[in-house]
């Protein structure tokens, strides 16, 4: 029986993720996006910075997404948000970029969410990014 609080769950997984971005290329541009998510998420809503992170598309970008769409869609027990991630995605950040991937992740939460659902997946999002940024301060490389 798993006894974690959600934000235990939250600060594993996020733990877990930290130590995969830990010697990739884009360790230092990711740790630096990591931290101004949030003020991003905040300014212009969960919807428009995933559109951002996806028109950048650039493997921290593609991470980031990847991050927040596993948790939301696969490893959180509220499972409010009924999107589709596949974790091989991980391996090969690419594909995430296909339209119909970038549809599986944004229609659940920009186009088919109720207004509280969205709520939902921005603030878990955000709480998610807290154990994320905390983890990046402390073990991934420094970016500009």
Same mark, same amino acid.
């Given at each position: 029986?798993?006894?974690?609080?959600?934000?235990?769950?939250?600060?594993?997984?996020?733990?877990?993720?930290?130590?995969?971005?830990?010697?990739?290329?884009?360790?230092?541009?990711?740790?630096?996006?990591?931290?101004? =998510?949030?003020?991003?998420?905040?300014? %212009?809503?969960?919807? &428009?910075? @995933?559109?951002?992170?996806?028109?950048?598309?650039?493997? /921290?970008?593609?991470?980031?997404?990847?991050?927040?769409?596993?948790?939301?869609?696969?490893?959180?027990?509220?499972?409010?948000?009924?999107?589709?991630?596949?974790?091989?995605?991980?391996?090969? =950040?690419?594909?995430?970029?296909?339209? %119909?991937?970038?549809? &599986?992740? @944004?229609?659940?939460?920009?186009?088919?969410?109720?207004? /509280?659902?969205?709520?939902?997946?921005?603030?878990?999002?955000?709480?998610?990014?807290?154990?994320?940024?905390?983890?990046?301060?402390?073990?991934?490389?420094?970016?500009?």
């Amino acid at each position: 029986m798993n006894n974690k609080t959600l934000e235990q769950k939250r600060a594993s997984y996020a733990f877990e993720k930290i130590k995969e971005v830990i010697n990739k290329p884009y360790e230092k541009d990711f740790s630096s996006l990591i931290g101004r =998510l949030p003020t991003l998420i905040l300014t %212009n809503g969960l919807g &428009n910075t @995933l559109s951002f992170l996806f028109s950048k598309g650039k493997n /921290h970008h593609l991470m980031a997404i990847a991050i927040i769409s596993d948790w939301l869609f696969n490893e959180t027990d509220l499972k409010i948000i009924k999107g589709e991630f596949n974790r091989e995605w991980f391996d090969n =950040l690419e594909k995430i970029k296909d339209k %119909n991937n970038i549809a &599986n992740i @944004l229609n659940p939460i920009v186009l088919e969410a109720q207004t /509280h659902e969205y709520i939902f997946a921005t603030e878990e999002t955000l709480r998610l990014l807290n154990w994320l940024k905390r983890f990046s301060e402390a073990m991934l490389k420094k970016g500009d």
